[in-house]
């Protein structure tokens, strides 16, 4: 079972969760860092990571077969490839090595290339598994080096995958495949604006979710109402404590500071596994 947490806006203790679920799910789990961008389970595993490169396709031009047509600039929308005149111009930073200019070039000028895009990772400590990816500096395609690290799940009960932040690729790629998404997010007007447009996003990609609200006691009732009137269960409330947040600045787990959380963590897990079954009857 896959299980992806996600958030509209970084910031509202999407890791915290992830972390906590996979320490109840123990041996069973395995989590996956799938924010590549800005990966920070491993520090809370603290222990030696195993890394291999990962790489990605990249177009070269052979400027000596181009004549110019333009093909290329037209069908990149990430306006990585600009034909100037008699000149072709490509910008690696921009591009998401999506192939597009190799297959619509008519004359054999563009091929791809091996390009590092990054790393995965894996370490295990006491009970937890983890897998993650650091996208290199400079780099934009954080997308394939997601796909890399999903495509290293084993056979384990609970794949539960920390998703990046916000709405875009990066967010989309890592919650595809899931079979619930919980979305963490705070009551404030900027978690309500955030879980909004995060919640639009998985309609359009018909997936089953559910909220959970961090530091719940903080702020007003508004995520509340808002999800009672679209239908999206509230799944867990996580008190506003400061021997929590002490703890994750001290690179804690969640459990570790406040283990009476664990019993609602693990009726969490069997929440999730129960709508997981409804939806798949
Ligand atoms: S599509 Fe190929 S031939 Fe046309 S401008 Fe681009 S590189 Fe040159
Ligand atoms: S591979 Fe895709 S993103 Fe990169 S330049 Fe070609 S069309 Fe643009």
Request: hydrophobic letters at 40%.
């Amino acid at each position: 079972m896959k299980i992806a947490v996600a958030s509209g806006k970084g910031g509202t203790g999407k890791t915290t969760v992830s972390l906590a679920l996979a320490s109840v799910a123990g041996t069973d789990a395995l989590l996956m860092d799938c924010d590549v961008e800005e990966p920070n389970c491993h520090l809370f595993i603290s222990t030696e990571q195993q890394r291999e490169k990962v790489y990605g396709l990249m177009p070269v031009i052979d400027k000596a077969l181009c004549t110019s047509c333009g093909k290329c600039g037209k069908i990149c929308q990430f306006n990585a490839i600009a034909v100037l005149g008699d000149n072709v111009l490509l910008f690696p930073e921009l591009c998401h090595g999506c192939g597009g200019c190799v297959r619509v070039c008519p004359t054999g000028a563009l091929k791809e290339v091996d390009k590092e895009i990054g790393e995965i990772g894996g370490c295990r400590k006491d009970d937890l598994s983890l897998i993650d990816g650091h996208l290199s500096i400079g780099q934009a395609m954080s997308p394939p080096l997601i796909r890399a690290v999903k495509n290293h799940g084993g056979k384990e009960k609970y794949i539960i995958v920390d998703c990046p932040p916000g709405t875009s690729c990066p967010m989309v790629t890592a919650v595809r495949d899931a079979d619930f998404v919980l979305l963490v997010t705070e009551p404030t007007p900027f978690g309500l604006h955030d879980l909004t447009l995060a919640v639009d996003t998985l309609r359009e990609l018909k997936l089953p979710m559910g909220v959970i609200i961090n530091r719940a006691d903080s702020g007003d009732d508004k995520v509340k109402a808002y999800c009672k009137a679209e239908g999206i269960p509230v799944m867990l409330e996580i008190p506003h404590r400061r021997d929590i947040a002490t703890a994750y600045s001290r690179g804690e787990i969640m459990l570790q500071a406040a283990p009476e959380l664990s019993l609602m963590f693990r009726k969490l897990l069997k929440d999730v596994e129960n709508r997981v079954s409804e939806v798949k009857k």
